[in-house]
């Protein structure tokens, strides 16, 4: 994967639209976590140092297609101007006159934040007329919004058709680095870890990854629709009946290529997902589990996994391994982030969940990448291809 970065693209004096990420939680106008607008930093901050004149375009929430004002980017103006200490004009709208005067009043080397882009129906029909409004104020293009890179949209995809010259921003080509890595040469041992609510959401990235790793750990909900194939007592725990099969193709799969496919041998059991809930910790094969649920890995299997990827060369992890928005549920999920975060291999989390609770463990700054795209990044590991990436000219001489 060898995409075109902004290094190469000549900036000075120029104009450059640069779609970035920053579908950030705002509640009542306060930003609740601002992970994402200091990922686009580096990328804003190496045009303006190139002398560029800088129009960012995000998207935020589902208001489609219509004007929400609960979705309106302009707090992360105000949080932007802050984080790069310089004054960035908000412009009402993402096209037309708002755009001009925005344009006119910041001067050369200045930031101008769209309004939302989803506020415009064309946006997510990639409409060809609002790709190009879109295109209108700019030289040329950057795409550093990793996480919206596997959607078709005006300002992911159209937009290229309208600003020929373009390239990857340098979160995208972190991403891409980083991921891409994992596909093409991992070094080995190579251990997938892969958790969280349900399996249908992942089946592409376990049957992608099968043809690739050396170990595959399980936990989370997912393991359960496993174990109900295996005929042991899952009580009420979170199951996929219709999965039930696909699990003993995978187990199946990961025979014929050598995989060791790990579950849990034991786990906690309790009768709620509650705070303050009773629970217990069981052998999985243990009936006394009755009607309660499963709701972690239980301290064996956390030994094992933990002894796992102390081996590993390479990491990959999405899906928490229990309930750890619960204290009582959090020892696997948490146990199994410090163990990734000691261990040696190169490591790589994504997925919404799983990056909160690496921050939750503290370790964050032990993973060598976490990503930054949940649905992306699990599509790029599913193997598929990513259209924001795709229209991106490819490099003259491999940088990402
Ligand atoms: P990510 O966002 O990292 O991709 P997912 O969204 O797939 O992860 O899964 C995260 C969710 O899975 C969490 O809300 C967590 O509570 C839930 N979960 C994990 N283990 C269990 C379990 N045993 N039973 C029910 N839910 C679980
Ligand atoms: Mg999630």
Redesign the pocket.
Known sequence: MTKKTIHELDLDGRRVFIRVDFNVPIRDGVIGDDTRIRAALPTVKYALEHGAKIILGSHLGRPQGAVNPALSLRPVATRLAELLDRPVIFAEDATGDPVTRAMGQVGSGGVVLLENLRFHPGEEANDRVFAQALAAPADCYVNDAFGAAHRAHASTTGIVNHLHDAAAGLLMAAELRHLGTLLASPPRPFVAIL????IS??MEVIENLLGRIDALLI???M??TFFKARGLPVGH??VEPALVDTTRAIERDAAARGVRLELPSDHVVTDR?EAGAACETLDVDDPAIGDR????IGPATIARYAAAVADARTIVW????????LDA?APGTVAVAVAVAASKARSVV??????A?VARAGVADQITHISTG?GAS?EFLGGRRLPGLEVLPDAAEGTC
């Open positions: 958790g969280g609510a349900k959401g992942k936990g989370g909900a393991a359960y725990s979170l997902l649920l499963g709701a972690d999405n899906g928490p391994m229990g309930v750890f928005e549920f994504g997925g919404g969940d799983s990056v609770a949940g699990l």
